[in-house]
């Protein structure tokens, strides 16, 4: 259909340079919740012009409810309610250089913290290997070595 094939963008790149899908092999670690009611339910990463991890939680006081990653304080004003006192929060997008990058999500209800959890993209596509949903699983491979490749070319 007119296409010439012979002279394609990626023509000379040297195939031995891309990478080989490397699981990650991590597991998310989730804290005890000392608050009944305040807990950290879900997480997962949200994928649109730019990816982010979100977290889905209860809350007993929304009000007074925070969520804190990394140097960043999450008020309720920032929160989707979802349901009987379920919300998420969607974070700040990740650079792709940041994809190996542990995030940790701390749950306040005022100054008591009730919940942690420690997650990221390659949490994720870990978690993704187990799926019998072939296009995300590959999504999710390809996804993360973007992130290696960006990454490695970075340093």
């Given amino acids: 259909l007119g296409y010439n094939t012979d ?13 080989d899908f490397i699981n ?6 989730l804290s005890t919740p000392s608050i009944e009611g305040v807990e950290i339910t879900g997480a997962s990463v949200w994928f649109d012009s730019t990816n982010s991890l979100r977290i889905r939680f209860t809350t007993t006081d929304i009000t007074s409810t925070t969520v804190k990653v990394g140097g960043k304080t999450y008020t309720s004003e920032s929160f989707t309610n979802i349901g009987e006192s379920t919300y998420t929060l969607t974070c700040d997008p990740i650079l792709p250089t940041n994809y190996r990058d542990d995030v940790v999500f701390e749950l306040y209800i005022g100054e ?15 978690s ?6 072939e296009k995300m699983k590959n999504l999710a491979k390809a996804l993360y ?10 340093s």
């Fill in 112 to 126: 008591t913290l009730s919940h942690g959890l420690t997650y990221g993209i390659s949490y994720y596509v870990t």
């Fill in 128 to 133: 993704m290997q187990s799926s019998a949903n």
């Fill in 7 to 19: 002279s394609l963008a990626n023509k000379e790149i040297d195939k031995s340079l891309l990478l």
């Fill in 24 to 29: 990650p092999n991590k597991t998310a670690s």
């Fill in 145 to 154: 070595n973007y992130g290696v490749a960006a990454a490695d070319f970075k």
